[in-house]
C-alpha cells in the first residue's frame, strides 16, 4: 500500500511539473509574438527575431515580468496592429485586460 501511496505521489508531481513547464513556453510564445507584432515584423525577420527570443535565456525572477504584465504587452500589440485610437482603444484595452 505505501509503494503505491509512494508511485501515485510521484506521478502527481511529475504531471504538475511537466504542465507548468509547457505554461512557461506558452507565456514565452505569446511574449515572443506579442514583440514580433509590435515591432511588424515579418518574413525572414520574423523568424530570426523568434528564434532568438523562444531560445533566449529565462530572466532572473525579480526581472521576469508578471502574467498581467505579459498580458498588457500583448493586448498593447494588438491594439497596435488594429490602429485602434481614442475610445476604442481604451474599449479594447479594457476588454482584452478583463478576458481569462
Known amino acids: 500500500m505505501s509503494k503505491f501511496l509512494a508511485l501515485t505521489a510521484l506521478a502527481f508531481s511529475l504531471a504538475l511539473g ?10 514565452k ?11 511588424e515584423l515579418k518574413g525572414e ?9 523562444l531560445s533566449a535565456k529565462p530572466v532572473p525572477a525579480e526581472a521576469a ?3 498581467q504584465q505579459n498580458k498588457m504587452k500583448t493586448c498593447n500589440a494588438d491594439a497596435k496592429t488594429k490602429e485602434l485610437k481614442g475610445e476604442d482603444r481604451k474599449k479594447f ?3 482584452c485586460l478583463s478576458a481569462k
Open 29 to 39: 510564445m505569446t511574449t515572443c509574438n506579442a514583440e514580433a507584432k509590435s515591432k
Open 93 to 95: 484595452m479594457s476588454e
Open 65 to 67: 515580468a508578471t502574467p
Open 18 to 27: 511537466g504542465a507548468h513547464a509547457a505554461t512557461d513556453q506558452q507565456n
Open 45 to 53: 525577420d520574423r523568424k530570426n527575431f523568434m528564434s532568438e527570443c
